[in-house]
Structure formats: structure tokens, C-alpha cells
T-cell receptor, first 117, second 112 residues
């Protein structure tokens, strides 16, 4: 069973640019959640995708967007980068059942460290 | 809204000392509670969890008990090792939407 993988490991961008981060789910999982972890802080929920649809969103502006693909891998896109977007971006995969109740643990990837200059 | 508060670090202990990291939560319902650990340069790993009141989660010598009356989930270990040095996050999840809410983390240093 493969774990959650993320790419790239590190990324440096400048203000105003756009970035795409990628996540591959753990085998058999149909849900991906994205979190932003600023330095010295706990992770903050950005959004979640379940079966290719957004299934909840945290307090992040619309320039943070995402996609989930039929193989359940996912992308996080951030437009018009700001200095405060510098952080570790974590994705987590899980397996939601047929209804709204979660029945499984979220497994985290190693993260992508984004630096905005 | 729902939130988690944990003791600020860093916490520095000698090897074989007893560890307690305090965690309290605020939630409108009955959340599941978690402790995650983050080793240097790595992502988060689930350390232990408890899904209902009075449950005790345990793993690798760490324990935490879900106390509804005090809304707490303190992490304990009887004898810490240098390899336990990491950042520990207390977290909750309201089953209805699967979003995890994390505390700010507590950095633990264990001295040999």
C-alpha cells in the first residue's frame, strides 16, 4: 500500500505569480484535504475534495482553488501569490463512506514548502 | 467556533522523564480527538486518537484520555526518549464534515 505523496518538495515563487501543487492519495482513498501550515503554527484547513467535487472549504480566498481527478489525485492552485502564502502545504487522504459521516483517519503527505519572495 | 488550545512550548526534558502536554478543546458537539506528531522535515503522523468520552488512545508508550467533563485530551508518556523530540499537535474533528482543527503545536526537546 503506497502512502500519500506530494510534489514538488520545495518551491520558490515571487509575488503575483501562480503555483500548482500536487498530491497523490493513498491507495483506495477517495477524499483529499488540503491544509496550510505557517511557520510555528498548526495546519489550517483550506478545502476538501470528495469524488472530484469540493466538499467543504475553510476561510481562504477564492484565489486558492483545487481539483480532484478520477484517480483521486489532487491539485492545489494559488493565484496572485502573496508573501503570507509562504508556508508548508499538506495534503491528507481519507476514505469517506456513502453518507456525510467520515469513517476513516486522514493520512498526511510530507508537504510542499512554498516560499514567496 | 470549534477550537483546540494546547500548552505552549518548547518543552525540554531529560531522557526517561515523565511527559505531559496539556490540551483542551471547545466544540459544539462530540468530536473525535487526535494527537499528531511532526518530526523535523516530515509531514504529520497520527500518534493516537479517541472517538468518544472516556476512551483512551495509546501508541508507542504515549497515552491520552478523552475527558468530556473537563474538555481535555492531555498527552502523557511515562519515560521519554531522545527520539521523541518533535512537534506534537492536538486536534479535533467533528464527524459531520471531516475537517480537522489543530492546535498550534508543542515543540518537545529531549536531552540525553
Amino acid at each position: 500500500e503506497t502512502g500519500v505523496t506530494q510534489s514538488p518538495t520545495h518551491l520558490i515563487k515571487t509575488r503575483g505569480q501562480q503555483v500548482t501543487l500536487r498530491c497523490s492519495s493513498q491507495s483506495g482513498h477517495n477524499t483529499v484535504s488540503w491544509y496550510q501550515q505557517a511557520l510555528g503554527q498548526g495546519p489550517q484547513f483550506i478545502f476538501q475534495y470528495y469524488r472530484e467535487e469540493e466538499n467543504g472549504r475553510g476561510n481562504f480566498p477564492p484565489r486558492f482553488s483545487g481539483l480532484q481527478f478520477p484517480n483521486y489525485s489532487s491539485e492545489l492552485n494559488v493565484n496572485a501569490l502573496e508573501l503570507d502564502d509562504s508556508a508548508l502545504y499538506l495534503c491528507a487522504s481519507s476514505s469517506l463512506g456513502g453518507g456525510p459521516i467520515s469513517t476513516d483517519t486522514q493520512y498526511f503527505g510530507p508537504g510542499t514548502r512554498l516560499t514567496v519572495l | 467556533g470549534d477550537s483546540v488550545t494546547q500548552m505552549e512550548g518548547p518543552v525540554t526534558l531529560s531522557e526517561e522523564a515523565f511527559l505531559t502536554i496539556n490540551c483542551t478543546y471547545t466544540a459544539t458537539g462530540y468530536p473525535s480527538l487526535f494527537w499528531y506528531v511532526q518530526y523535523p522535515g516530515e509531514g504529520l503522523q497520527l500518534l493516537l486518537k479517541a472517538t468518544k468520552a472516556d476512551d483512551k488512545g495509546s501508541n508507542k508508550g504515549f497515552e491520552a484520555t478523552y475527558r468530556k467533563e473537563t474538555t481535555s485530551f492531555h498527552l502523557e508518556k511515562g519515560s521519554v526518549q531522545v527520539s521523541d523530540s518533535a512537534v506534537y499537535f492536538c486536534a479535533l474533528r467533528m464527524n459531520r464534515d471531516d475537517k480537522i482543527i489543530f492546535g498550534k503545536g508543542t515543540r518537545l526537546h529531549i536531552l540525553p
